[in-house]
């Protein structure tokens, strides 16, 4: 059985957030002159956030639990297993079920269910008005959000393994695995699906495009290679979710590189070193990345080149940003949600939600933004 260091990844995490060439390691790792999380600065703002409405949803735990919603509702899960949907309007809570489980994976929604994975591998599917439709169980650890996709819930694990289940009865429709290193990043990639096609990511910084109607492989490609001498330093893993659009396939590897594929063939288009365990975000003709060091990258999707680059967020665990409109807004440990201005990274607003970290990247809703902070508040909010 493959071993998976989980510990040890959390340490090369933290190690590479807080050391570049020249930056030193923080005392506890044994090297003095720690440095800390970049100071927030003052600024004057040109953008003003309302709130719509707030609900908690009870702390997330270990686990990065993303909402989901439907034509007239959100919902939303707890760590512990409460699952609840809200008015999308007003926020107000409809109904509210106790799975009693551990839920790792997240909310997905589609086809009129609410799907959900916890850390046993179960998989649970509700309709919208809270009934059980049914139960099923894939092969480890429900690692990210199910997505409902053509009859399809595509369900993945820990493990490595992406299962397609049938939306009708959870029956297990295919399943795609491959080999995966003996060191991985615990990470809770998802997938990203386009007419028909599922994008993942992978250990030791492969991507892959699968059909959702047969889990067969259309295509893999590599974005990152990995390098070094222990396999703590070859670790080059893709923790986060592709991005797509009609031409091209983007993804990005921690201890590795950004790159871009064709999306008929996965052809490499170009190549960079940047390291992020957190994501992307694509819109139009900008790619846009929060490193492994809080830095915010605007690039050219077409050559990778660098637009603009923010650096007054270092170490403050910048998460995936989300571009709307002619703002940027991403959140970080401390539980501000910031504001920067697409055209050229300047800083336009923040807001301070709770006391808790904001590590998931906000999701559009109705012209505004959801967004969940690790306490389990969920925010709806408005951006002017």
């Not at 607003?349 to 967004?371: F, H, T």
Request: hydrophobic fraction near 40%; charged fraction near 20%.
């Amino acid at each position: 059985m493959k071993l998976r260091y989980y510990l040890l990844l959390l340490a090369a995490l933290v190690l590479n957030g807080c050391a570049s060439e020249d930056e030193t390691a923080p005392e506890w790792a044994g090297v003095k002159n720690a440095i800390g999380p970049a100071k927030l600065v003052d600024i004057v703002e040109t953008a003003k956030f309302e709130t719509r409405w707030q609900y908690n949803l009870g702390d997330s735990g270990a686990n990065l639990l993303l909402p989901t919603f439907t034509k007239d509702a959100v919902f939303g899960v707890s760590g512990k297993g409460g699952l609840t949907r809200l008015d999308r309007v007003t926020g107000k809570p409809v109904w509210h079920i106790e799975a009693g489980v551990t839920v790792s994976g997240g909310v997905g929604s589609g086809a009129g269910l609410v799907v959900m994975g916890s850390d046993k591998g179960e998989v649970f599917a509700y309709d919208e008005d809270g009934k059980l439709r049914w139960k099923s169980k894939v092969s480890s650890e429900v690692s990210s959000v199910p997505q409902v996709s053509d009859g399809i819930v595509i369900v993945r694990s820990g493990d490595g393994r992406i299962t397609g289940l049938h939306s009708e009865d959870g029956k297990q429709a295919w399943l795609y695995e491959r080999s995966t290193p003996a060191l991985v990043v615990r990470s809770q990639a998802g997938v990203t699906i386009q007419h028909g096609v599922a994008y993942a990511g992978f250990a030791g910084g492969k991507l892959a495009a699968i059909k959702v109607a047969d889990g067969s492989l259309v295509w893999e490609a590599t974005i990152s290679q990995p390098r070094g001498n222990t396999e703590l330093d070859r670790i080059s893993d893709i923790t986060s979710s592709p991005v797509v659009d009609v031409d091209q396939v983007c993804a990005i590897a921690f201890q590795g590189s950004v790159a871009c594929v064709d999306i008929m063939q996965g052809n490499p288009l170009w190549n960079r070193e940047i390291s992020s365990d957190k994501g992307l975000m694509l819109l139009r003709s900008t790619l846009y990345v929060s490193d492994d060091k809080g830095l915010i990258y605007a690039l050219d999707k077409t050559t990778g080149s660098t637009i603009w680059k923010n650096d007054k967020f270092l170490l403050r665990d910048s998460a995936t940003p989300y571009a709307l409109e002619k703002w940027l807004v991403f959140g970080d440990f401390e539980g501000y949600l910031h504001v920067l201005k697409r055209e050229d990274g300047k800083l336009a607003a923040r807001i301070k939600l709770d006391a808790s970290a904001i590590q998931a990247q906000p999701i559009m809703l109705d012209d505004g933004l959801l967004v969940l902070t690790r306490a389990g508040g969920l925010y709806s909010l408005s951006l002017h």
